[in-house]
């Protein structure tokens, strides 16, 4: 496996019109990503860890750079693949790091009991487990959506459709379907996402300009935990 780099990150926030011009774009430029369904999406559901006093959060807020977001994060509603994930922005870059997680760990961090930190262990999930333990991380929100994905291999260049953004705390429902969710968007409100490595092509960039689209500074677990007051839900 190619050791995780820091890599470009754009967001827009589109109407439903809008992405579906750009699929058209898109369609002949990009090639749709072979991890996605026949339909060419997948769901994804990811669990956000936070410290007892929101320390994530409060860090988004302020702006605080280098700042670092842990998730525990599945795929169209499997258990058979959960994985923990820490994504870290500086200076305007974002680097992703995951490890894999067993059931039993997943069950286990839900309930917070205690895991131990081993050489068994991968080194991302020992480094989770002692910030667990110093900084109190629990789980505190659950974002949902469904995502289609296009890929180029020039520039390493991930273009993505994030649909139907909603929050959850319904923790021990993480795999049903349904899941008792909020909308987090107006109504007819999506986000487009463009990661690359070191260059965007020209063919890419121009592909995905449109007059009414804005770069944003999108943070779906902020915006998810908007909808909380201290962590508790409100009739979710």
């Avoid at 998730?71 to 820490?86: H, K, V």
């Avoid at 993505?160 to 929050?167: H, K, L, M």
Wanted: glycine share 4%; with cysteine; aromatic share 10%.
């Amino acid at each position: 496996m190619k050791e995780p780099r820091f890599r470009h990150e754009l967001k827009y926030l589109c109407s439903d019109a809008e992405l579906a011009m750009l699929r058209v774009r898109l369609t002949g430029l990009m090639q749709p990503d072979p991890h996605a369904g026949p339909d060419g999406c997948y769901l994804i559901r990811s669990i956000y860890m936070d410290t007892l006093y929101d320390s994530c959060r409060r860090a988004n807020e302020d702006g605080v750079d280098p700042r670092e977001k842990w998730r525990i994060r599945s795929y169209n509603r499997s258990a058979d693949r959960i994985s923990l994930e820490c994504k870290r922005r500086e200076s305007g870059m974002i680097l992703k790091k995951s490890c894999l997680l067993t059931r039993d760990q997943f069950r286990d961090l839900m309930a917070g009991r205690p895991l131990p930190v081993s050489d068994a262990n991968p080194a991302l999930l020992n480094r989770f487990l002692i910030e667990r333990r110093t900084r109190l991380f629990e789980p505190k929100v659950i974002v949902s959506y469904q995502r289609r994905p296009f890929i180029c291999p020039r520039g390493n260049v991930r273009v993505t459709f994030d649909r139907n953004i909603a929050a959850s705390a319904s923790f021990n429902r993480f795999f049903d379907h349904p899941l008792p969710e909020r909308p987090i968007l107006q109504a007819g409100m999506q986000l487009l996402e463009v990661k690359y490595d070191d260059y965007l092509p020209d063919h890419i960039y121009h592909a995905i300009q449109m007059t009414s689209m804005r770069q944003e500074t999108f943070s779906k677990y902020y915006l998810c935990r908007n909808y909380y007051h201290g962590g508790r839900t409100h009739d979710i």
